[in-house]
């Protein structure tokens, strides 16, 4: 199978994608650069060297792609409730990367998420964002603690990439919710040309 791995340049996602590789998945990475809301291009660098990693662990190439993702931001710190802000970008993600299975010919999503590690993580914000995804979501870690996922990424040589100097977003609320509800969600998303930020995003995607 094809499948496309939101590879973010921290700790969880480069491990997702090697526990899919292992089962024999060809990978389709994209990164969501949020430029200027962080993401500075050593994270490009950083998801590079993941790739390499996994690319030399596995003895198969990885295409990969970047999307730009501060038009995005923009649009929800200017339009949306501040405290939505996480799973509206969560949302977006899955969008745009659904996107790009569909033109790749990939099967499904993949992501680092673990279960209520942080806010976009919990139960409920989870079940909220699924339904944005075109293609199915497979969630390798998700009954993983953080100290099995640092210790398989140290196994796998990736941890040492991932703690390299690098950005947070800095869109990120100061209280964001953990119980985001579908129907609030899709009432802020009604405020934006949706279709038109998914379509302008998916268009600038270019392969690194």
């Known amino acids: 199978m094809k499948v496309v791995t939101l590879l973010s340049g921290g700790i969880d996602s480069p491990v997702a994608a090697h526990l899919m590789m292992e089962r024999g998945a060809d990978l389709v990475t994209l990164h969501m650069d949020n430029r200027p809301y962080g993401g500075l291009e050593h994270q490009l660098t950083k998801v590079r060297q993941m790739a390499r990693r996994l690319e030399e662990l596995h003895g198969r190439k990885i295409r990969q792609f970047a999307a730009p993702h501060g038009a995005n931001h923009a649009a929800f710190l200017g339009n949306c409730k501040a405290g939505l802000h996480c799973v509206l970008c969560r949302r977006m993600m899955l969008r745009v990367a659904g996107a790009l299975a569909m033109r790749e010919g990939a099967q499904a999503l993949v992501t680092g998420e673990s279960l209520g590690q942080v806010a976009s993580q919990t139960l409920q914000n989870i079940a909220t964002e699924y339904p944005a995804a075109p293609v199915p979501i497979l969630r390798p870690l998700i009954g993983m603690d953080k100290q099995e996922?640092?210790?398989?990424?140290?196994?796998?040589?990736?941890?040492?990439?991932?703690?390299?100097?690098?950005?947070?977003?800095?869109?990120?609320?100061?209280?964001?919710?953990?119980?985001?509800?579908?129907?609030?969600?899709?009432?802020?998303?009604?405020?934006?040309?949706?279709?038109?930020?998914?379509?302008?995003?998916?268009?600038?995607?270019?392969?690194?």
Request: charged share 30%; glycine share 6%; proline share 5%.
């Open 149 to 208: 996922i640092v210790e398989l990424a140290k196994k796998i040589g990736t941890y040492e990439i991932s703690i390299q100097p690098g950005s947070c977003c800095t869109a990120v609320p100061e209280r964001p919710a953990t119980r985001a509800l579908l129907r609030d969600i899709e009432a802020e998303e009604a405020k934006l040309d949706l279709d038109g930020l998914v379509r302008q995003t998916v268009g600038e995607i270019r392969e690194l």
